[in-house]
């Protein structure tokens, strides 16, 4: 094989490696499973909300229930001490009745109010359900990711070292000073080989003179695009 078909090849390879080493330095930002990741704890914080205001309502139940009792006792209470007494004038009667409808309203307004405590709590668990839910689902697809992630950087850096192996590997078979060329025009710029295509330079399309497409077709030597400075490269059909 020519030099040049090994330095075509040889630069084709440090294309491929540095798609490859900027894939790789892409996926191991993980942007997406940081994303995740924030809206999962968006989720938790939620969640430890929603617990928050479950025991509020709990602690507000138990104080509503309590009242509750309280009330009821009493009224029982009046209600007897009033069939025990002996002797009782109008006004006593009618401050009797009025004390129990008193009771009895308010006995009847906190029931209501417990009734709505406890439809505001089964709201409140729903959520929950639903919050831990949305938890277990994006914890699932960050399991997901994570793993398809390390499969394909794994996958990534075997290419690599499988690039850099094969890049070596040329690099010991092309004569020195063609490589040192080579190298010279690689360090100032991402490709550095341009195919001839149709007597042009495939790089910058300047048409070549005939003098340069004769000597590439017959020569093994390292001649520059005038225009753009690539190593020319005529590939023998
Ligand atoms: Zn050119």
Redesign the pocket.
Known sequence: MRDLDLIYQLDNLYLELDLKEKELEHIERRLDIQKRNDEKQRYQLELENLHKIINDNQTELRRKENQLEDMKYKLSNLKNSFEKANVIDNKQYEHFISSVENYEEKIDTAELEILDIMINEDKINNKIVKTKDKINEISEELGNLIKKYDLKISDLKQEIVGLKYQILTLKEIISVDKLLKYEKIKAKRKKAV?IVKDKA?S????ILPTSYFDFLQKNDDIIL?E????ILYYKKE
């Open positions: 341009a330079c790089s910058c399309g300047m695009c225009n753009c400075g690539c």
